[in-house]
């Protein structure tokens, strides 16, 4: 079966901007996780969605935002980048939460300059 | 604060010999513990998920125990090639918590020929 398929792969954008990543779950996972990963701080979690709700949310600023739609794709939104936000932004899935382990897409490369 | 702890020096060993990967926790009481490999620029992905009231979980040539007194789980694989070499991650979550797995920073394994 198909995996967890985020888009794009790569992003460059300019401090100031805003950005929306999207994600692809595995066909019936309901649950989708967000986080974002950088040398410095390691894997942090943003967000969690499930059935097209927010359950749980990580530490980050109102800057950082998500949602999921009636498919269980999700996308998530970063307003006025900054050069801090520079990242891989990983995406899971899994059938009910994190319980099970998740599966992971390969992530998008967000460069701000 | 909780914390999760794993050796951030990398483990070197011969092809063949059994690697071993220590995964410390403060604060915490999990319920699960996964491990994940995680190869560079791509996702992590899962590897085996063993629960608080589980001493030992296998999986081929994977070998995971937790403890809960010691708070710790140990990580092995035995026979290692070269093709495991890779950035290991544990993560937990908080019994009675969201289940949203915190991980840690990872342990590079380096298998030489």
């Known amino acids: 079966k198909a995996g967890v398929t985020q888009t794009p792969r790569y992003l460059i954008k300019t401090r100031g901007q805003q950005v929306t990543l999207s994600c692809s779950p595995i066909s019936g996972h309901r649950s989708v996780s967000w986080y974002q990963q950088t040398p410095g701080q390691g894997l942090q979690f943003l967000f969690e969605?499930?059935?097209?709700?927010?359950?749980n949310k990580g530490n980050f600023p109102g800057r950082f935002s998500g949602r999921q739609f009636s498919n269980s794709r999700s996308e998530m939104n970063v307003s006025t980048l900054e050069l801090g936000d520079s990242a891989l932004y990983l995406c899971?899935?899994?059938?009910?939460?994190?319980?099970?382990?998740?599966?992971f897409g390969s992530g998008t490369r967000l460069t701000v300059v | 604060s909780q914390k999760i702890e794993q050796n951030s020096e990398a483990l070197n060993i011969q092809e063949g010999k059994t690697a071993t990967l220590t995964c410390n926790y403060t604060n915490y009481s999990p319920a699960y513990l996964q491990w994940y490999r995680q190869d560079p620029g791509r996702g992590p992905v899962f590897l085996l998920l063993?629960?608080?009231?589980?001493k030992e979980k296998r999986k081929e040539r994977l070998k995971v125990t937790f403890d809960t007194t010691l708070k710790q789980s140990l990580f092995h694989i035995t026979a290692s090639q070269p093709a495991d070499s890779a950035t290991y991650l544990c993560a937990l979550d908080i019994k009675g918590g969201s289940y949203i797995p915190t991980f840690g920073r990872g342990t590079s394994l380096i298998v030489h020929p």
């Open positions: 899971a899935s899994s059938p009910e939460g994190g319980s099970y382990g998740y599966t």
């Open positions: 969605y499930f059935s097209e709700t927010q359950r």
């Open positions: 063993i629960r608080e009231n589980e």
